[in-house]
């Protein structure tokens, strides 16, 4: 029997220690079977709510090399319920037995849905109690003019939850204003202090991001108004993409924000701030609007926002007046990205364009993606049997606990389960109405539409550059890769989410030689 343990810990909430208390549990279980010891797959200090756990996602790479798959506990292998099913049952189609040592669960046997299923509920709820009392206690810290989470360059954390001026740090904050002020733009001022030696906020060097900053989120040396001593809380909240399990950053209203004045906290002087935010304002908006910021001017190249650069998987931009090149080592130099590539960018949107319709737009290429996408339906069409066997599961047990009931049997834990039982039947049921509601088919029929509207939009790209920007974006998503092999330049690319979640294996990452 050939066997893998997983572990994980949570940095919020337990210690290292944990992974070999959970590994030791499972290798005693694997000893009572008679089974060889389990091969160790692990993660540390991070959430079971991410999907993109290093020694998580290994495993599942690795999971046709076992037979059964060990954790001391179900939260241990994730806490999403709906993607813990989903893994669960592909586990099974490929023939791997999930155990839980701890709590018992087993997907070899018959009711394993059940268990898991409401284990992975409870760990859900879990997190989002935990998520609920967690932002409560910040709430009072900003009520009372304490820090909530993190530290801006210039203060240092005292033990009490308070903090206090850094004065070598807030000479740096100062002269960061008085230069802007004065004139100096936020890359010329990051080059400068680079020159000096003069350590980053992170220790590194400085980026003009850093010090020019987000004047909406609050974020940035010239944007953040705790110089002034003004304290804003609560002005974002994190969510988790349901698709890449990835955490994105959600805008809060402003009647939600928190907002506590701390003049002893103050660097500058009012008149300072107001005067930098008055050049803010001015500036254009090409330097006013950052990624993500909302509305503004649309970006005024074809490809801008969308190239990636090989080396560092930073952003590529416009460097002079018409070549693309890696905004990371324009910015930061080559202590952070090598990378020197330049292209210019008329020959890029060219070849690229052309690659486009002779790859992806032609009826040969239509006919594939229907193909693969007709499959992926098929094989996203629910299971009204299980669903069905679900239902009847329910009853069943159900029916059992009432029949101990009519016998006479009646107890604290008999009561327990006969609302239990009821419940589950009623989550069965809605379970199946929702299958029956399924209806994927929905998509096909507009697959033309959309291809063709994809085509229109490239059709004259002088013309309305905007329109066959997010044509390209729809298509290729916002990824392309550049890099040079053997003096020929390459454009990597993968298929938009849209499509790959519709086509699944159908639409793999495609290379073109440009």
Same mark, same amino acid.
């Given at each position: 029997?050939?066997?893998?343990?997983?572990?994980?810990?949570?940095?919020?909430?337990?210690?290292?220690?944990?992974?070999?208390?959970?590994?030791?549990? #499972?290798?005693?279980? #694997?000893?009572?079977?008679?089974?060889?010891?389990?091969?160790?797959?692990?993660?540390?200090?991070?959430?079971?709510?991410?999907?993109?756990?290093?020694?998580?996602?290994?495993?599942?790479?690795?999971?046709?090399?076992?037979?059964?798959?060990?954790?001391?506990?179900?939260?241990?292998?994730?806490?999403? $319920?709906?993607?813990?099913?989903?893994?669960?049952?592909?586990?099974?189609?490929?023939?791997?037995?999930?155990?839980?040592?701890?709590?018992?669960?087993?997907?070899?046997?018959?009711?394993?849905? %059940?268990?898991?299923?409401?284990?992975?509920?409870?760990?859900?709820?879990?997190?989002?109690?935990?998520?609920?009392?967690?932002?409560?206690?910040?709430?009072?810290?900003?009520?009372?003019?304490?820090?909530?989470?993190?530290?801006?360059?210039?203060?240092?954390?005292?033990?009490?939850?308070?903090?206090?001026?850094?004065?070598?740090?807030?000479?740096?904050?100062?002269?960061?204003?008085?230069?802007?002020?004065?004139?100096?733009?936020?890359?010329?001022?990051?080059?400068?202090?680079?020159?000096?030696?003069?350590?980053?906020?992170?220790?590194?060097?400085?980026?003009?991001?850093?010090?020019?900053?987000?004047?909406?989120?609050?974020?940035?040396?010239?944007?953040?108004?705790?110089?002034?001593?003004?304290?804003?809380?609560?002005?974002?909240?994190?969510? $988790?993409?349901?698709?890449?399990?990835?955490?994105?950053?959600?805008?809060?209203?402003?009647?939600?924000?928190?907002?506590?004045?701390?003049?002893? /906290?103050?660097?500058?002087?009012?008149?300072?701030?107001?005067?930098?935010?008055?050049?803010?304002?001015?500036?254009?908006?090409?330097?006013?609007?950052?990624?993500?910021?909302?509305?503004?001017?649309?970006?005024?190249?074809?490809?801008?926002?969308?190239?990636?650069?090989?080396?560092?998987?930073?952003?590529?931009?416009?460097?002079?007046?018409?070549?693309?090149? #890696?905004?990371?080592? $324009?910015?930061?130099?080559?202590?952070?990205?090598?990378?020197? /590539?330049?292209?210019?960018?008329?020959?890029?949107?060219?070849?690229?364009?052309?690659?486009?319709?002779?790859?992806?737009?032609?009826?040969?290429?239509?006919?594939?993606?229907?193909?693969?996408?007709?499959?992926? %339906?098929?094989?996203?069409?629910?299971?009204?049997?299980?669903?069905?066997?679900?239902?009847?599961?329910?009853?069943?047990?159900?029916?059992?606990?009432?029949?101990?009931?009519?016998?006479?049997?009646?107890?604290?834990?008999? $009561?327990?389960?006969?609302?239990?039982?009821?419940?589950?039947?009623?989550?069965?049921?809605?379970?199946?109405?929702?299958?029956?509601?399924?209806?994927?088919?929905?998509?096909?029929?507009?697959?033309?539409?959309?291809?063709?509207?994809?085509?229109?939009?490239?059709?004259?790209?002088?013309?309305?550059?905007?329109?066959?920007?997010?044509?390209?974006?729809?298509?290729?998503?916002?990824?392309?890769?550049?890099?040079?092999?053997?003096?020929?330049?390459?454009?990597?690319?993968?298929?938009?989410?849209?499509?790959?979640?519709?086509?699944?294996?159908?639409?793999?990452?495609?290379?073109?030689?440009?």
């Amino acid at each position: 029997m050939k066997t893998a343990a997983y572990a994980r810990f949570s940095s919020d909430s337990q210690r290292e220690a944990s992974l070999e208390d959970q590994l030791r549990n #499972c290798r005693a279980f #694997c000893a009572r079977q008679g089974w060889a010891a389990p091969e160790v797959y692990q993660d540390a200090a991070v959430s079971g709510a991410r999907l993109d756990r290093p020694g998580y996602q290994q495993l599942l790479r690795d999971a046709d090399l076992f037979d059964v798959i060990l954790v001391d506990d179900l939260s241990r292998f994730g806490r999403d $319920k709906e993607e813990l099913g989903m893994v669960i049952k592909r586990l099974r189609f490929r023939g791997v037995r999930l155990i839980g040592v701890s709590d018992g669960v087993d997907t070899a046997r018959k009711n394993h849905k %059940l268990d898991t299923g409401l284990r992975g509920l409870m760990s859900e709820l879990y997190l989002d109690d935990l998520a609920e009392k967690t932002h409560r206690g910040l709430t009072g810290r900003a009520l009372a003019g304490a820090s909530a989470g993190g530290l801006p360059y210039g203060y240092r954390a005292l033990g009490d939850g308070q903090r206090e001026i850094d004065e070598a740090q807030a000479a740096v904050v100062r002269r960061i204003y008085a230069e802007y002020i004065d004139g100096r733009s936020p890359r010329e001022i990051a080059a400068a202090l680079n020159s000096e030696r003069v350590r980053s906020p992170r220790g590194g060097q400085w980026a003009m991001s850093v010090i020019y900053g987000d004047v909406r989120r609050g974020i940035g040396i010239l944007a953040n108004p705790i110089y002034i001593g003004r304290q804003v809380w609560n002005r974002s909240h994190w969510v $988790k993409h349901p698709e890449t399990g990835r955490r994105v950053r959600k805008e809060r209203p402003e009647s939600e924000w928190i907002t506590t004045e701390k003049l002893e /906290l103050a660097i500058i002087d009012r008149s300072t701030w107001e005067a930098a935010q008055a050049r803010i304002r001015g500036a254009s908006p090409a330097r006013t609007v950052t990624p993500g910021a909302g509305a503004g001017r649309p970006p005024k190249h074809l490809l801008s926002g969308l190239l990636r650069c090989d080396h560092c998987g930073g952003p590529m931009v416009i460097v002079d007046r018409y070549r693309y090149g #890696c905004a990371r080592h $324009k910015d930061r130099g080559d202590s952070v990205c090598p990378s020197r /590539l330049r292209v210019p960018r008329a020959t890029l949107e060219h070849a690229l364009l052309a690659s486009i319709r002779k790859d992806l737009l032609s009826e040969a290429a239509f006919a594939r993606f229907q193909r693969a996408a007709a499959e992926a %339906l098929k094989r996203a069409a629910p299971d009204l049997d299980s669903g069905r066997r679900r239902v009847a599961e329910a009853e069943r047990v159900h029916e059992n606990v009432m029949g101990a009931i009519r016998a006479g049997i009646i107890t604290a834990s008999t $009561k327990a389960e006969l609302v239990k039982s009821e419940a589950d039947v009623v989550a069965a049921r809605a379970h199946l109405d929702q299958l029956k509601a399924f209806q994927p088919a929905q998509f096909l029929p507009r697959a033309r539409e959309r291809w063709q509207s994809i085509i229109d939009r490239l059709a004259d790209v002088g013309r309305n550059k905007h329109e066959a920007r997010a044509a390209i974006r729809d298509l290729l998503g916002d990824r392309i890769t550049l890099k040079s092999e053997n003096g020929d330049l390459i454009a990597e690319v993968a298929a938009s989410s849209e499509i790959s979640v519709v086509a699944g294996a159908g639409f793999e990452p495609a290379t073109f030689g440009l």
